[in-house]
């Protein structure tokens, strides 16, 4: 309980210092979104409080359940894993929305949020600030 208080203490802390970094606020543009993905034994349940200390704080945030994970998943399959972060992911940043999106993973969840992301590489400031 304390170690996922802290988690949630160390993720405001993070958005708070990348939306306090200078830049100019754009009127036009939505929050910060937090797209949290769970490890191989859990649902998006575990992340409850991190997800309600981040919305208390005005983030768009969406715990995702991830399809492969959990009871009744019959078949290890990454595909529909992908799907879902990936459509979480496109929902905030396509349709002129533009919203920037930090993705926060758990063991198996960060594995597949490096898949989900391939499809976005080019709207990635990660890319943009990488050495040539």
């Not at 459509?87 to 989900?116: C, F, M, P, W």
Request: aromatic share 6%; net charge positive; glycine share 10%.
């Amino acid at each position: 309980m304390a170690r996922l208080l802290a988690f949630a203490i160390l993720i405001s802390a993070l958005l708070s210092f990348i939306a306090g970094s200078g830049a100019a606020p754009e009127a036009a543009k939505p929050k910060t979104a937090v797209i949290l993905v769970h490890g191989a034994f859990g649902n998006a349940a575990v992340w409850d409080q991190v997800k309600s200390c981040l919305c208390n704080n005005g983030y768009d945030v969406e715990a995702v359940d991830l399809p492969s994970v959990g009871k009744g998943a019959v078949k290890v399959d990454r595909t529909p894993d992908i799907k879902v972060v990936q459509k979480a992911i496109g929902k905030r940043v396509h349709n002129g929305r533009e919203q920037n999106v930090i993705l926060v993973g758990n063991s198996y969840g960060a594995t597949v949020i490096g898949d989900a992301v391939k499809d976005f590489e080019s709207l990635s400031s990660v890319n943009a600030h990488a050495p040539a």
